[in-house]
């Protein structure tokens, strides 16, 4: 199964497990962020560390993990740090803009968002949530 065969979050895990697949989506993130300059991955959800993990060894920069309930351990954030931030699914963006929010408190600045997938039913880009920090999706739901 590939990326562009996640039809629900379900899928993720599915793709992931797919030698094949977990290269589409590595190969999506890296296109995303390949133009990028910045210092760390944060990732958040269950998914996405997986991605920034292997995403962050190949193009030399760290990753910071969010726990499950989104909080960050802002001690090993640096001062004006340019970060990105990877997440499992865009649903309403409301998560997002309180991981933003403690990784803006602690001196650093989101440069785009990266989701493995985007549930379109929630309006999150309609919404204009996260308006401000540009976002892609590999996958749409």
Do not use: H
């Amino acid at each position: 199964m590939r990326a562009d065969e996640i039809r629900s979050a379900k899928d993720i895990p599915c793709v992931l497990a797919d030698p094949e697949g977990l290269g589409s989506v590595v190969d999506g993130f890296m296109e995303m962020f390949d133009r990028e300059v910045f210092d760390c991955i944060i990732a958040s959800g269950q998914y996405s560390g997986v991605i920034a993990g292997v995403i962050a060894s190949k193009m030399g920069r760290g990753v910071i993990a969010a726990d499950r309930d989104g909080n960050l351990c802002s001690k090993v954030l640096k001062q004006g740090w340019r970060t990105v931030l990877f997440t499992d699914v865009l649903t309403d963006g409301q998560a997002e803009l309180g991981l933003i929010k403690m990784i803006e408190d602690a001196g650093c600045k989101v440069l785009r968002i990266g989701f493995i997938a985007e549930d379109a039913s929630f309006n999150a880009r309609k919404s204009k949530v996260l308006k401000g920090y540009p976002f892609e999706a590999v996958a749409d739901i």
